[in-house]
């Protein structure tokens, strides 16, 4: 049985990669979606459950086995029984997030995609935390944590974030509320109830600097961009005794506002290493008693 061409996560399946005879009411609402304009973003398809698409991920993982080969939808279909086109709706979205990595016609998983299937064995529950990893640089995880720094929000405002970047329209709402599952299900994101939040304890997107000295960024040495930097850029050299300077590169042309939001930011940062600064020094006292 040969592998079929991967689809468009935000497409139906084509009459070669279904075996429905009549076009049913979902391929209907699918067809409309494909004539609107489409997200410049992959996101995943809405064609298969979320439960479903990670235990896709896992039959990647039982049929590239211990040699870690490459391996098509067909493979996989026999090992998790489902249609292998339905696997080929999953792949632009799993190679995007880099939880798959395209090989010719084929895909090889992940590493963090072999650590979630190996844990599965043990603690389904926590078992995708393992691809956290590769989730945390995605698009959507770059949209969403570094507001998440500054503020909770409500799952609407979480989705508008996504439509906004990814370009998408209202009748992706489905798909974009999965990407939210799997931010959930790595620990990358918190939901209770509407609301989303960072994790307690999670790593947030590191910024590029230590804590600054006393009297902040404005009283910083400040520099242009080496020639090897954007052009669109500049950059704070902070100096710190007995230490190597931390720089600071952001963008030319900001607002008021814009330096608002930054200074919160950065505020909302230096704090939480602070906190785990001397939460480590703490641990490492108490280690020394």
């Known amino acids: 049985m040969s592998d079929q061409t991967d689809i468009d996560a935000s497409e139906p399946l084509d009459s070669a990669a279904s075996n429905d005879a009549a076009e049913s009411p979902g391929d209907v609402v699918a067809n409309d979606k494909q004539s609107k304009n489409r997200p410049e973003k992959a996101l995943p398809t809405d064609r298969v459950s979320f439960e479903k698409q990670l235990g896709i991920l896992r039959g990647y993982a039982a049929a590239s086995g211990p040699e870690k080969k490459a391996v098509g939808n067909a493979d996989v279909s026999k090992i998790v029984g489902i249609h292998s086109g339905s696997i080929s709706n999953c792949n632009p979205f799993f190679a995007d997030a880099g939880l798959l990595i395209r090989d010719g016609l084929k895909y090889r998983p992940s590493e963090e ?20 990893p590769a989730l945390e640089s995605t698009w959507f995880a770059a949209t969403l944590t570094p507001k998440l720094a500054f503020r909770s929000f409500s799952r609407d405002e979480a989705i508008a974030f996504l439509a906004e970047e990814a370009k998408a329209s209202p009748d992706y709402r489905v798909q974009l509320e999965l990407l939210l599952e799997y931010l959930k299900a790595a620990g990358v994101v918190a939901i209770e109830g509407n609301m989303v939040a960072t994790v307690p304890g999670a790593r947030t997107p590191p910024p590029s600097f230590p804590t600054p000295p006393t009297g902040g960024v404005e009283q ?62 703490l641990k490492h006292n108490e280690g020394e008693a």
Request: hydrophobic share 45%; proline share 7%; no cysteine.
């Open 220 to 281: 910083a040495d400040r520099r242009d961009v080496p020639p090897t930097a954007p052009s669109n850029t500049e950059e704070f050299s902070i100096p710190i005794p007995g230490k190597a300077s931390a720089k600071i590169i952001f963008p030319k042309g900001l607002e008021a506002e814009d330096w608002d939001m930054l200074k919160v930011m950065l505020d909302a940062y230096i704090k939480r290493l602070r906190k785990e600064s001397m939460h480590a020094a």
């Open 113 to 132: 995609v072999f650590a979630y299937s190996n844990s599965f064995q043990w603690d389904q529950e926590k078992a995708a935390l393992k691809l956290a």
